[in-house]
Protein backbone atom coordinates (compact mmCIF):
# COMPACT_ATOMS: atom_id res chain seq x y z
CA UNK A 1 0.00 0.00 0.00
CA UNK A 2 1.29 3.52 -1.02
CA UNK A 3 1.49 6.08 1.92
CA UNK A 4 3.12 9.16 0.00
CA UNK A 5 2.33 11.73 2.72
CA UNK A 6 4.05 9.55 5.46
CA UNK A 7 7.32 7.38 4.19
CA UNK A 8 9.85 9.97 5.19
CA UNK A 9 7.82 10.24 8.89
CA UNK A 10 9.96 7.77 11.68
CA UNK A 11 8.66 7.87 14.88
CA UNK A 12 11.37 8.50 16.97
CA UNK A 13 13.25 10.39 14.64
CA UNK A 14 14.54 13.74 13.44
CA UNK A 15 12.47 14.64 10.44
CA UNK A 16 14.35 14.66 7.55
CA UNK A 17 16.99 17.52 6.31
CA UNK A 18 17.29 18.68 2.92
CA UNK A 19 19.58 16.63 1.55
CA UNK A 20 17.54 13.72 2.69
CA UNK A 21 14.25 14.99 1.59
CA UNK A 22 16.27 15.38 -2.17
CA UNK A 23 17.50 12.14 -1.66
CA UNK A 24 13.99 10.47 -1.48
CA UNK A 25 12.83 12.32 -4.83
CA UNK A 26 11.78 15.92 -2.91
CA UNK A 27 11.92 19.01 -4.91
CA UNK A 28 11.33 17.01 -8.09
CA UNK A 29 7.94 18.31 -8.39
CA UNK A 30 9.00 21.83 -7.84
CA UNK A 31 11.54 21.40 -10.53
CA UNK A 32 9.01 19.73 -12.96
CA UNK A 33 6.56 22.61 -12.61
CA UNK A 34 9.15 25.56 -12.84
CA UNK A 35 10.43 24.08 -15.88
CA UNK A 36 7.47 22.57 -18.02
CA UNK A 37 4.34 23.52 -16.56
CA UNK A 38 2.34 26.88 -16.71
CA UNK A 39 0.87 27.79 -13.18
CA UNK A 40 -3.15 27.07 -15.27
CA UNK A 41 -1.65 23.50 -16.35
CA UNK A 42 -0.76 22.85 -12.61
CA UNK A 43 -4.01 23.97 -11.13
CA UNK A 44 -5.42 21.49 -13.71
CA UNK A 45 -3.63 18.91 -12.23
CA UNK A 46 -4.63 19.19 -9.11
CA UNK A 47 -8.24 19.45 -10.25
CA UNK A 48 -7.91 16.40 -12.25
CA UNK A 49 -6.55 14.79 -9.08
CA UNK A 50 -10.16 15.19 -7.00
CA UNK A 51 -8.08 16.26 -4.13
CA UNK A 52 -10.60 17.56 -1.56
CA UNK A 53 -9.22 20.39 1.60
CA UNK A 54 -8.51 18.57 4.47
CA UNK A 55 -9.05 21.37 6.64
CA UNK A 56 -12.73 19.74 7.32
CA UNK A 57 -15.08 21.24 5.41
CA UNK A 58 -13.50 19.02 1.66
CA UNK A 59 -13.55 22.19 -0.84
CA UNK A 60 -11.65 20.68 -4.14
CA UNK A 61 -8.26 22.64 -4.47
CA UNK A 62 -7.88 22.89 -7.78
CA UNK A 63 -10.87 24.24 -8.07
CA UNK A 64 -10.36 26.92 -5.26
CA UNK A 65 -7.16 28.20 -6.88
CA UNK A 66 -9.02 28.68 -9.97
CA UNK A 67 -10.50 31.49 -8.23
CA UNK A 68 -7.29 33.50 -8.24
CA UNK A 69 -7.81 36.59 -10.12
CA UNK A 70 -4.15 35.80 -12.51
CA UNK A 71 -2.50 37.70 -15.07
CA UNK A 72 -1.49 41.68 -15.52
CA UNK A 73 -4.23 43.16 -13.87
CA UNK A 74 -4.60 40.85 -10.82
CA UNK A 75 -3.73 42.87 -7.58
CA UNK A 76 -0.16 42.18 -6.18
CA UNK A 77 1.41 40.82 -3.92
CA UNK A 78 -0.70 37.69 -3.61
CA UNK A 79 -0.65 35.66 -0.79
CA UNK A 80 -0.58 31.84 -0.15
CA UNK A 81 -1.13 30.67 3.47
CA UNK A 82 -0.80 27.02 5.54
CA UNK A 83 -3.24 26.70 8.20
CA UNK A 84 -1.68 25.22 10.84
CA UNK A 85 -3.45 25.88 13.53
CA UNK A 86 -5.34 22.40 14.54
CA UNK A 87 -7.12 23.68 17.58
CA UNK A 88 -9.62 21.26 17.17
CA UNK A 89 -10.32 19.21 19.67
CA UNK A 90 -9.51 15.57 19.08
CA UNK A 91 -7.09 16.70 15.77
CA UNK A 92 -3.64 15.75 15.72
CA UNK A 93 -2.67 15.25 12.14
CA UNK A 94 -1.43 18.13 10.73
CA UNK A 95 1.65 18.02 13.50
CA UNK A 96 2.68 14.47 13.17
CA UNK A 97 3.10 16.12 9.08
CA UNK A 98 5.13 19.10 10.59
CA UNK A 99 7.07 17.74 12.58
CA UNK A 100 7.59 14.23 10.60
CA UNK A 101 8.62 15.90 6.90
CA UNK A 102 8.80 20.22 7.41
CA UNK A 103 9.91 19.85 3.65
CA UNK A 104 7.10 18.37 2.47
CA UNK A 105 4.78 20.72 3.34
CA UNK A 106 7.42 23.60 2.00
CA UNK A 107 7.06 22.01 -1.33
CA UNK A 108 3.43 22.06 -1.64
CA UNK A 109 3.38 25.48 -0.87
CA UNK A 110 6.06 26.55 -3.31
CA UNK A 111 3.22 24.61 -6.11
CA UNK A 112 0.60 26.21 -4.49
CA UNK A 113 2.07 29.32 -4.19
CA UNK A 114 3.42 29.05 -8.19
CA UNK A 115 -0.36 28.40 -9.49
CA UNK A 116 -2.02 31.35 -8.10
CA UNK A 117 1.37 33.24 -8.57
CA UNK A 118 1.70 34.30 -4.94
CA UNK A 119 4.86 36.64 -3.56
CA UNK A 120 4.44 35.69 0.04
CA UNK A 121 3.61 32.51 1.82
CA UNK A 122 3.04 32.15 5.51
CA UNK A 123 2.98 29.03 7.67
CA UNK A 124 0.22 30.11 10.63
CA UNK A 125 1.37 27.68 13.33
CA UNK A 126 -0.29 27.26 16.56
CA UNK A 127 1.45 28.67 19.46
CA UNK A 128 1.88 25.25 21.12
CA UNK A 129 3.61 23.41 18.21
CA UNK A 130 7.16 24.13 19.75
CA UNK A 131 9.15 21.16 18.27
CA UNK A 132 6.68 21.93 14.92
CA UNK A 133 7.83 25.61 15.14
CA UNK A 134 11.63 24.57 15.38
CA UNK A 135 11.69 22.07 12.88
CA UNK A 136 9.87 24.16 10.34
CA UNK A 137 12.33 26.85 10.59
CA UNK A 138 15.22 25.06 10.16
CA UNK A 139 13.51 23.27 6.75
CA UNK A 140 12.68 27.12 5.96
CA UNK A 141 16.33 28.34 6.29
CA UNK A 142 17.66 24.99 4.15
CA UNK A 143 15.02 25.65 1.62
CA UNK A 144 16.18 29.53 0.77
CA UNK A 145 19.71 28.43 1.10
CA UNK A 146 19.42 25.71 -2.11
CA UNK A 147 17.99 28.56 -4.01
CA UNK A 148 14.16 26.89 -3.92
CA UNK A 149 12.99 30.29 -2.04
CA UNK A 150 13.99 33.90 -2.63
CA UNK A 151 14.37 35.12 -5.83
CA UNK A 152 14.35 33.64 -9.21
CA UNK A 153 13.82 30.05 -7.87
CA UNK A 154 15.86 27.46 -9.73
CA UNK A 155 17.03 29.83 -11.99
CA UNK A 156 13.27 31.17 -13.16
CA UNK A 157 12.04 34.37 -12.79
CA UNK A 158 9.28 33.00 -10.17
CA UNK A 159 9.94 34.57 -6.72
CA UNK A 160 8.85 33.98 -3.49
CA UNK A 161 9.05 34.69 -0.21
CA UNK A 162 8.27 32.57 2.90
CA UNK A 163 7.50 33.08 6.09
CA UNK A 164 6.50 31.22 9.60
CA UNK A 165 3.78 32.88 11.71
CA UNK A 166 3.34 31.50 15.12
CA UNK A 167 -0.12 32.89 16.86
CA UNK A 168 -1.16 32.42 20.33
CA UNK A 169 -3.65 30.54 21.35
CA UNK A 170 -7.30 30.98 20.05
CA UNK A 171 -9.38 28.13 18.00
CA UNK A 172 -11.17 30.43 15.78
CA UNK A 173 -7.90 31.92 14.00
CA UNK A 174 -7.92 28.56 12.34
CA UNK A 175 -11.19 30.01 10.57
CA UNK A 176 -9.72 31.06 7.39
CA UNK A 177 -11.20 34.56 7.38
CA UNK A 178 -10.30 34.75 11.34
CA UNK A 179 -6.96 33.40 10.62
CA UNK A 180 -6.65 36.57 8.15
CA UNK A 181 -7.27 39.35 10.45
CA UNK A 182 -5.25 37.64 12.99
CA UNK A 183 -2.12 37.46 10.57
CA UNK A 184 -2.86 41.21 9.85
CA UNK A 185 -2.56 41.78 13.57
CA UNK A 186 -6.27 42.23 14.27
CA UNK A 187 -8.59 40.94 16.57
CA UNK A 188 -8.80 37.21 15.05
CA UNK A 189 -12.75 37.63 14.06
CA UNK A 190 -13.85 35.92 10.80
CA UNK A 191 -14.74 38.46 8.22
CA UNK A 192 -17.98 38.37 6.03
CA UNK A 193 -18.39 37.01 3.04
CA UNK A 194 -18.47 37.81 0.11
CA UNK A 195 -15.78 38.55 -1.22
CA UNK A 196 -13.99 35.47 -0.33
CA UNK A 197 -10.09 35.31 0.53
CA UNK A 198 -9.58 34.14 -2.80
CA UNK A 199 -9.89 37.89 -4.79
CA UNK A 200 -9.83 39.68 -1.16
CA UNK A 201 -8.20 37.94 1.25
CA UNK A 202 -5.04 39.15 3.54
CA UNK A 203 -3.83 43.06 2.74
CA UNK A 204 -6.92 42.88 0.09
CA UNK A 205 -5.36 40.63 -2.35
CA UNK A 206 -6.24 37.45 -3.63
CA UNK A 207 -5.11 34.57 -0.85
CA UNK A 208 -5.47 31.08 -0.49
CA UNK A 209 -5.72 29.28 2.61
CA UNK A 210 -5.04 25.34 2.53
CA UNK A 211 -4.99 22.90 5.41
CA UNK A 212 -1.73 21.32 5.95
CA UNK A 213 -2.84 17.95 4.55
CA UNK A 214 -3.70 18.97 1.64
CA UNK A 215 -0.74 21.28 0.58
CA UNK A 216 1.57 18.11 1.52
CA UNK A 217 -0.40 16.21 -0.82
CA UNK A 218 0.37 18.77 -3.83
CA UNK A 219 3.67 17.28 -4.51
CA UNK A 220 2.85 13.54 -5.01
CA UNK A 221 0.34 14.35 -7.13
CA UNK A 222 2.87 16.48 -9.52
CA UNK A 223 5.22 13.80 -9.20
CA UNK A 224 3.02 10.99 -10.00
CA UNK A 225 -0.28 12.54 -11.86
CA UNK A 226 -3.48 12.63 -11.16
CA UNK A 227 -4.23 9.48 -11.83
CA UNK A 228 -2.31 7.86 -9.94
CA UNK A 229 -3.50 10.17 -7.09
CA UNK A 230 -6.96 9.33 -7.79
CA UNK A 231 -6.38 5.60 -7.75
CA UNK A 232 -4.96 5.68 -4.34
CA UNK A 233 -8.30 5.91 -2.71
CA UNK A 234 -11.16 3.72 -2.78
CA UNK A 235 -13.92 5.80 -3.10
CA UNK A 236 -14.67 8.96 -5.64
CA UNK A 237 -12.57 11.86 -3.19
CA UNK A 238 -8.60 11.32 -4.34
CA UNK A 239 -5.88 10.31 -2.91
CA UNK A 240 -4.59 8.72 0.64
CA UNK A 241 -6.03 10.20 4.36
CA UNK A 242 -4.45 10.50 7.75
CA UNK A 243 -6.92 8.68 10.02
CA UNK A 244 -6.63 8.93 14.12
CA UNK A 245 -8.14 7.97 16.82
CA UNK A 246 -8.04 8.69 20.56
CA UNK A 247 -9.62 7.71 23.25
CA UNK A 248 -9.66 4.47 25.25
CA UNK A 249 -8.76 2.53 22.21
CA UNK A 250 -5.68 -0.23 22.49
CA UNK A 251 -3.45 2.08 20.54
CA UNK A 252 -4.10 5.70 19.73
CA UNK A 253 -2.26 6.73 16.84
CA UNK A 254 -2.43 8.11 13.15
CA UNK A 255 -2.62 6.03 9.98
CA UNK A 256 -1.90 7.16 6.48
CA UNK A 257 -4.76 4.83 4.61
CA UNK A 258 -6.39 4.47 1.23
CA UNK A 259 -9.56 7.42 1.39
CA UNK A 260 -12.42 5.72 2.33
CA UNK A 261 -11.02 3.12 4.84
CA UNK A 262 -14.25 2.01 6.56
CA UNK A 263 -14.47 2.89 10.18
CA UNK A 264 -14.31 -0.60 11.62
CA UNK A 265 -10.66 -1.20 9.60
CA UNK A 266 -9.74 1.85 11.36
CA UNK A 267 -10.68 0.98 14.62
CA UNK A 268 -9.86 -2.92 14.91
CA UNK A 269 -6.87 -3.08 12.88
CA UNK A 270 -4.87 -0.37 13.55
CA UNK A 271 -5.85 1.34 16.98
CA UNK A 272 -6.50 -1.99 18.16
CA UNK A 273 -9.76 -2.01 19.19
CA UNK A 274 -11.01 -0.61 23.04
CA UNK A 275 -9.55 -1.20 25.96
CA UNK A 276 -9.77 -4.37 28.54
CA UNK A 277 -12.61 -3.31 30.32
CA UNK A 278 -14.76 -0.83 28.30
CA UNK A 279 -17.04 -1.19 25.42
CA UNK A 280 -17.23 1.15 22.17
CA UNK A 281 -20.28 3.32 22.86
CA UNK A 282 -19.84 6.07 20.19
CA UNK A 283 -17.08 8.09 18.30
CA UNK A 284 -16.59 11.21 16.64
CA UNK A 285 -15.19 10.64 13.19
CA UNK A 286 -13.38 14.10 12.37
CA UNK A 287 -12.57 16.15 15.52
CA UNK A 288 -14.84 17.59 18.02
CA UNK A 289 -17.39 19.88 15.72
CA UNK A 290 -18.58 16.46 13.91
CA UNK A 291 -21.79 14.54 15.02
CA UNK A 292 -21.65 11.14 16.53
CA UNK A 293 -21.93 8.14 15.07
CA UNK A 294 -22.80 4.68 16.89
CA UNK A 295 -22.06 1.16 16.17
CA UNK A 296 -25.00 1.24 13.38
CA UNK A 297 -22.07 3.07 11.38
CA UNK A 298 -19.03 1.19 12.12
CA UNK A 299 -19.06 0.36 8.03
CA UNK A 300 -19.32 3.37 7.11
CA UNK A 301 -16.52 4.52 4.52
CA UNK A 302 -13.85 7.49 5.77
CA UNK A 303 -14.52 9.76 3.26
CA UNK A 304 -16.84 13.02 2.65
CA UNK A 305 -19.77 11.61 1.27
CA UNK A 306 -19.71 8.46 2.41
CA UNK A 307 -19.70 10.35 6.41
CA UNK A 308 -22.11 12.72 4.93
CA UNK A 309 -24.82 10.16 4.27
CA UNK A 310 -24.42 8.72 7.59
CA UNK A 311 -25.58 12.34 9.23
CA UNK A 312 -21.80 13.43 10.00
CA UNK A 313 -18.63 14.83 8.31
CA UNK A 314 -15.29 13.49 7.99
CA UNK A 315 -13.85 16.76 9.22
CA UNK A 316 -10.19 16.13 10.25
CA UNK A 317 -10.66 12.23 10.15
CA UNK A 318 -9.43 12.25 13.28
CA UNK A 319 -11.55 10.18 15.39
CA UNK A 320 -12.67 10.36 19.35
CA UNK A 321 -14.05 7.15 20.60
CA UNK A 322 -16.67 7.16 23.56
CA UNK A 323 -16.27 4.17 25.52
CA UNK A 324 -19.69 3.12 27.57
CA UNK A 325 -17.71 3.99 31.04
CA UNK A 326 -17.46 7.24 30.23
CA UNK A 327 -20.86 9.41 30.45
CA UNK A 328 -21.85 10.77 27.38
CA UNK A 329 -23.46 13.70 28.71
CA UNK A 330 -20.12 14.72 30.25
CA UNK A 331 -18.55 14.27 27.25
CA UNK A 332 -21.00 16.84 25.37
CA UNK A 333 -20.76 19.30 28.54
CA UNK A 334 -16.84 18.98 27.94
CA UNK A 335 -17.11 19.83 24.18
CA UNK A 336 -19.82 23.19 24.48
CA UNK A 337 -16.85 24.14 27.36
CA UNK A 338 -14.49 24.07 24.30
CA UNK A 339 -16.69 25.88 22.11
CA UNK A 340 -18.30 28.44 24.33
CA UNK A 341 -14.81 29.85 25.73
CA UNK A 342 -13.58 29.74 22.19
CA UNK A 343 -16.28 31.78 20.44
CA UNK A 344 -14.66 34.88 19.27
CA UNK A 345 -17.91 36.82 20.95
CA UNK A 346 -18.91 38.79 17.57
CA UNK A 347 -22.48 37.70 17.04
CA UNK A 348 -24.98 37.06 19.58
CA UNK A 349 -26.03 33.55 19.09
CA UNK A 350 -23.15 32.69 19.59
CA UNK A 351 -21.91 34.58 22.12
CA UNK A 352 -24.81 34.04 24.39
CA UNK A 353 -25.79 30.51 23.20
CA UNK A 354 -22.66 28.54 24.07
CA UNK A 355 -22.25 29.33 26.89
CA UNK A 356 -25.89 28.85 27.72
CA UNK A 357 -25.72 25.90 26.54
CA UNK A 358 -23.09 24.97 28.32
CA UNK A 359 -24.28 26.07 31.99
CA UNK A 360 -27.99 23.88 31.11
CA UNK A 361 -25.20 21.27 30.02
CA UNK A 362 -23.33 21.32 33.59
CA UNK A 363 -26.43 21.72 35.50
CA UNK A 364 -27.80 18.18 33.62
CA UNK A 365 -24.51 16.44 34.48
CA UNK A 366 -24.31 17.76 38.34
CA UNK A 367 -27.95 16.60 38.92
CA UNK A 368 -30.00 19.36 38.43
CA UNK A 369 -31.30 19.24 35.35
CA UNK A 370 -34.57 19.62 34.34
CA UNK A 371 -37.57 17.90 31.80
CA UNK A 372 -37.19 21.01 30.16
CA UNK A 373 -33.90 21.93 30.01
CA UNK A 374 -33.71 19.05 26.97
CA UNK A 375 -36.24 21.46 24.58
CA UNK A 376 -34.11 23.96 25.39
CA UNK A 377 -30.58 22.27 24.45
CA UNK A 378 -33.16 20.92 21.26
CA UNK A 379 -33.70 25.05 20.35
CA UNK A 380 -30.41 25.82 20.64
CA UNK A 381 -29.12 23.57 18.18
CA UNK A 382 -31.67 25.08 16.17
CA UNK A 383 -30.82 27.91 16.61
CA UNK A 384 -27.14 28.03 16.59
CA UNK A 385 -27.21 26.04 13.23
CA UNK A 386 -26.17 26.30 9.72
CA UNK A 387 -27.00 30.02 8.55
CA UNK A 388 -27.72 31.96 11.56
CA UNK A 389 -24.12 32.82 12.83
CA UNK A 390 -21.71 34.67 11.47
CA UNK A 391 -19.16 31.53 11.08
CA UNK A 392 -19.32 28.26 11.21
CA UNK A 393 -17.66 28.00 14.70
CA UNK A 394 -21.22 27.87 16.14
CA UNK A 395 -22.70 25.54 13.70
CA UNK A 396 -20.08 23.07 13.95
CA UNK A 397 -20.58 23.02 18.01
CA UNK A 398 -24.13 21.93 17.39
CA UNK A 399 -23.72 18.58 16.09
CA UNK A 400 -22.14 16.45 18.75
CA UNK A 401 -24.79 18.27 20.53
CA UNK A 402 -27.59 17.63 18.18
CA UNK A 403 -26.68 13.87 18.19
CA UNK A 404 -25.93 13.21 21.22
CA UNK A 405 -30.10 14.05 21.87
CA UNK A 406 -30.64 11.66 19.38
CA UNK A 407 -28.28 9.04 20.78
CA UNK A 408 -28.06 9.56 24.20
CA UNK A 409 -31.71 10.73 25.05
CA UNK A 410 -32.21 8.06 27.53
CA UNK A 411 -28.78 9.15 29.16
CA UNK A 412 -29.82 12.40 29.18
CA UNK A 413 -32.95 11.40 30.67
CA UNK A 414 -31.75 9.72 33.17
CA UNK A 415 -29.60 12.14 34.88
CA UNK A 416 -32.97 14.23 35.20
CA UNK A 417 -34.95 11.59 36.86
CA UNK A 418 -31.82 10.64 38.94
CA UNK A 419 -30.98 13.42 40.03
CA UNK A 420 -27.09 12.14 39.34
CA UNK A 421 -24.72 11.22 36.94
CA UNK A 422 -24.83 7.48 36.75
CA UNK A 423 -21.72 7.13 35.93
CA UNK A 424 -19.90 9.09 38.78
CA UNK B 1 11.33 52.40 26.99
CA UNK B 2 11.39 49.08 25.02
CA UNK B 3 14.73 48.33 25.42
CA UNK B 4 17.37 48.29 22.56
CA UNK B 5 17.58 44.65 22.94
CA UNK B 6 13.72 44.30 22.42
CA UNK B 7 13.48 46.64 19.60
CA UNK B 8 16.27 44.63 17.26
CA UNK B 9 14.19 41.67 17.86
CA UNK B 10 10.99 43.69 17.19
CA UNK B 11 12.69 44.71 13.97
CA UNK B 12 14.01 41.53 12.53
CA UNK B 13 10.31 40.09 13.02
CA UNK B 14 8.49 42.30 11.37
CA UNK B 15 10.39 42.09 8.12
CA UNK B 16 8.30 39.42 7.45
CA UNK B 17 5.06 41.49 7.18
CA UNK B 18 3.84 44.38 5.31
CA UNK B 19 2.73 46.38 7.78
CA UNK B 20 3.65 46.86 11.48
CA UNK B 21 0.63 46.04 13.08
CA UNK B 22 0.89 42.39 11.78
CA UNK B 23 3.80 42.22 14.14
CA UNK B 24 1.76 42.88 17.42
CA UNK B 25 1.28 39.27 18.30
CA UNK B 26 4.98 38.60 18.35
CA UNK B 27 5.86 41.77 19.37
CA UNK B 28 3.92 41.29 22.94
CA UNK B 29 5.30 37.99 22.81
CA UNK B 30 8.75 39.37 22.28
CA UNK B 31 8.77 41.65 25.19
CA UNK B 32 6.41 39.37 27.48
CA UNK B 33 9.35 36.65 27.47
CA UNK B 34 11.17 39.38 29.02
CA UNK B 35 9.19 41.26 31.28
CA UNK B 36 6.59 37.87 32.24
CA UNK B 37 3.87 40.02 31.73
CA UNK B 38 1.67 42.87 29.83
CA UNK B 39 1.39 45.64 32.04
CA UNK B 40 -0.76 49.07 31.04
CA UNK B 41 3.08 50.83 30.57
CA UNK B 42 4.18 48.09 28.73
CA UNK B 43 1.14 47.44 26.69
CA UNK B 44 1.49 51.45 25.84
CA UNK B 45 5.07 51.43 25.15
CA UNK B 46 4.54 48.98 22.64
CA UNK B 47 1.40 49.92 20.84
CA UNK B 48 3.73 53.35 20.06
CA UNK B 49 6.26 51.78 18.63
CA UNK B 50 3.81 49.61 16.43
CA UNK B 51 2.15 52.76 15.44
CA UNK B 52 -1.21 51.18 17.02
CA UNK B 53 -3.84 53.12 19.75
CA UNK B 54 -3.33 51.46 23.14
CA UNK B 55 -6.99 50.16 23.09
CA UNK B 56 -6.69 48.78 19.53
CA UNK B 57 -3.64 46.66 21.03
CA UNK B 58 -5.02 45.79 23.83
CA UNK B 59 -8.26 43.96 22.28
CA UNK B 60 -5.51 41.82 20.57
CA UNK B 61 -3.60 41.38 23.77
CA UNK B 62 -6.71 40.30 25.29
CA UNK B 63 -8.07 38.33 22.68
CA UNK B 64 -5.43 35.52 22.99
CA UNK B 65 -4.94 32.92 26.59
CA UNK B 66 -1.06 33.40 26.18
CA UNK B 67 -0.83 37.16 26.28
CA UNK B 68 -0.82 37.72 30.12
CA UNK B 69 -2.29 41.28 31.23
CA UNK B 70 -2.18 40.10 34.57
CA UNK B 71 1.38 39.26 36.73
CA UNK B 72 1.38 35.08 36.12
CA UNK B 73 3.84 33.01 37.98
CA UNK B 74 7.57 31.91 36.87
CA UNK B 75 6.20 29.09 35.07
CA UNK B 76 2.87 28.44 33.62
CA UNK B 77 1.33 24.98 33.65
CA UNK B 78 -1.16 24.57 31.29
CA UNK B 79 -3.24 21.38 31.85
CA UNK B 80 -5.55 20.28 28.67
CA UNK B 81 -9.04 20.12 30.03
CA UNK B 82 -10.12 18.83 25.83
CA UNK B 83 -11.99 16.16 25.07
CA UNK B 84 -9.71 13.26 24.54
CA UNK B 85 -7.96 14.48 27.62
CA UNK B 86 -11.08 14.74 29.67
CA UNK B 87 -12.19 10.62 28.65
CA UNK B 88 -8.52 9.93 29.51
CA UNK B 89 -7.69 11.42 33.09
CA UNK B 90 -8.28 15.06 32.92
CA UNK B 91 -9.36 15.15 36.19
CA UNK B 92 -6.67 13.42 37.59
CA UNK B 93 -3.82 15.14 36.49
CA UNK B 94 -5.87 18.34 37.78
CA UNK B 95 -6.71 16.82 41.22
CA UNK B 96 -2.75 15.72 41.69
CA UNK B 97 -1.73 19.12 40.17
CA UNK B 98 -4.04 21.32 42.42
CA UNK B 99 -3.08 18.69 45.46
CA UNK B 100 0.57 19.24 45.19
CA UNK B 101 -0.10 22.79 44.52
CA UNK B 102 -2.48 24.05 46.61
CA UNK B 103 -3.74 26.43 44.13
CA UNK B 104 -6.64 26.21 41.41
CA UNK B 105 -6.99 26.88 37.69
CA UNK B 106 -6.22 30.77 37.75
CA UNK B 107 -4.04 30.73 40.61
CA UNK B 108 -0.63 31.63 41.19
CA UNK B 109 1.72 29.81 44.00
CA UNK B 110 2.16 31.98 46.79
CA UNK B 111 5.79 32.36 46.11
CA UNK B 112 5.43 33.17 42.78
CA UNK B 113 6.26 30.29 41.28
CA UNK B 114 3.47 28.58 39.22
CA UNK B 115 0.47 29.74 37.76
CA UNK B 116 -2.21 26.83 36.75
CA UNK B 117 -4.36 27.48 33.83
CA UNK B 118 -6.79 25.49 32.14
CA UNK B 119 -5.57 24.82 27.90
CA UNK B 120 -7.44 23.99 24.68
CA UNK B 121 -6.69 20.48 22.95
CA UNK B 122 -2.49 20.40 22.90
CA UNK B 123 -2.87 18.73 19.71
CA UNK B 124 -1.21 15.58 20.95
CA UNK B 125 -4.47 13.51 21.50
CA UNK B 126 -3.09 10.25 21.05
CA UNK B 127 -0.75 10.83 24.07
CA UNK B 128 -3.25 11.67 26.58
CA UNK B 129 -3.57 13.10 29.03
CA UNK B 130 -1.35 16.30 28.43
CA UNK B 131 -0.25 19.52 29.69
CA UNK B 132 2.46 21.74 29.16
CA UNK B 133 5.13 23.74 31.51
CA UNK B 134 6.09 26.35 30.16
CA UNK B 135 7.50 25.60 26.45
CA UNK B 136 7.90 21.77 27.45
CA UNK B 137 5.34 19.27 26.50
CA UNK B 138 4.63 16.64 29.36
CA UNK B 139 2.27 13.82 27.25
CA UNK B 140 1.27 10.22 28.61
CA UNK B 141 1.30 11.52 32.16
CA UNK B 142 0.22 9.87 35.07
CA UNK B 143 0.15 11.83 38.37
CA UNK B 144 2.48 9.50 40.14
CA UNK B 145 5.59 11.39 39.21
CA UNK B 146 4.19 15.43 40.12
CA UNK B 147 7.28 16.30 42.36
CA UNK B 148 9.63 14.92 40.28
CA UNK B 149 8.44 17.05 37.03
CA UNK B 150 7.59 20.14 39.10
CA UNK B 151 11.59 19.80 40.66
CA UNK B 152 12.39 20.35 37.07
CA UNK B 153 11.14 24.22 37.33
CA UNK B 154 12.98 26.15 40.08
C1 LIG C 1 -13.85 27.51 13.95
C2 LIG C 1 -13.07 26.95 12.81
C3 LIG C 1 -11.76 26.51 13.02
C4 LIG C 1 -11.01 26.00 11.97
N1 LIG C 1 -9.74 25.57 12.22
C5 LIG C 1 -8.99 25.08 11.20
C6 LIG C 1 -7.65 24.64 11.42
O1 LIG C 1 -7.12 24.71 12.53
N2 LIG C 1 -6.95 24.17 10.37
C7 LIG C 1 -7.49 24.10 9.12
O2 LIG C 1 -6.82 23.67 8.18
N3 LIG C 1 -8.75 24.50 8.88
C8 LIG C 1 -9.51 24.99 9.88
N4 LIG C 1 -10.79 25.41 9.62
C9 LIG C 1 -11.26 25.39 8.23
C10 LIG C 1 -10.77 26.62 7.49
O3 LIG C 1 -11.73 27.67 7.63
C11 LIG C 1 -10.59 26.39 5.98
O4 LIG C 1 -11.76 25.83 5.49
C12 LIG C 1 -9.44 25.48 5.64
O5 LIG C 1 -8.24 25.92 6.21
C13 LIG C 1 -9.31 25.40 4.16
O6 LIG C 1 -8.29 24.51 3.79
P1 LIG C 1 -8.56 23.31 2.80
O7 LIG C 1 -9.34 23.85 1.64
O8 LIG C 1 -7.20 22.87 2.41
O9 LIG C 1 -9.33 22.28 3.57
C14 LIG C 1 -11.57 25.92 10.67
C15 LIG C 1 -12.88 26.35 10.48
C16 LIG C 1 -13.63 26.84 11.52
C17 LIG C 1 -15.03 27.29 11.27
S1 LIG D 1 -20.27 32.06 15.19
FE1 LIG D 1 -19.14 32.43 17.12
S2 LIG D 1 -17.00 32.30 16.51
FE2 LIG D 1 -18.19 32.63 14.61
S3 LIG D 1 -18.29 34.86 14.34
FE3 LIG D 1 -20.09 34.34 15.55
S4 LIG D 1 -19.37 34.61 17.68
FE4 LIG D 1 -17.54 34.47 16.42
S1 LIG E 1 -7.63 16.72 23.93
FE1 LIG E 1 -5.82 17.03 25.13
S2 LIG E 1 -4.30 17.03 23.63
FE2 LIG E 1 -6.11 16.87 22.41
Known sequence: MERPLTSNIKPGQPAPDLAEYERSGGYEAVRKALRELTPAQLTGIVKDSNLRGRGGAGFPTGSKWSFVPMGETALRPKYLVANADEMEPGAFKDRVLLEGDPHQLIEGMILAAYAIQAEAAYIFLREEYKQAERTLRKAVAETYQAGYLGKNILGSSYRLELYVHVSAGRYICGEESGLLNALEGKRAIPRSRPPFPQTSGLWGKGTIVNNVETLCNVPHIVRNGAEWFRKLSLTGDGGTKLYGASGKVKRPGLWELPMGTPIREILEEHAGGMRDGVRFRALLPGGASTDFLTEEHLDVRMDFSSVEKAGSRLGTGTMIILDDKTCPVGMVHNLELFFARESCGWCTPCREGLPWTEKILREIEAGRGRTSDLDRLALHARLLGPGRTFCALAPGAMEPLQSALKYFREDFERHIREKRCPWS | ?154
Open chain 2, 1 to 154: MLTPEEIRELEADLAHYPQKQSGCVDALKIVQRRRGWISDDTLREVAVYLEMTPEELDGVATFYPVIFRRQVGRHIIRICDSVSCWIMGYEKVYSALNGTLGIRLGETTADGRFTLLPSACLGVCEHAPALMIDDDLIADWNPGNVDGILSRYP
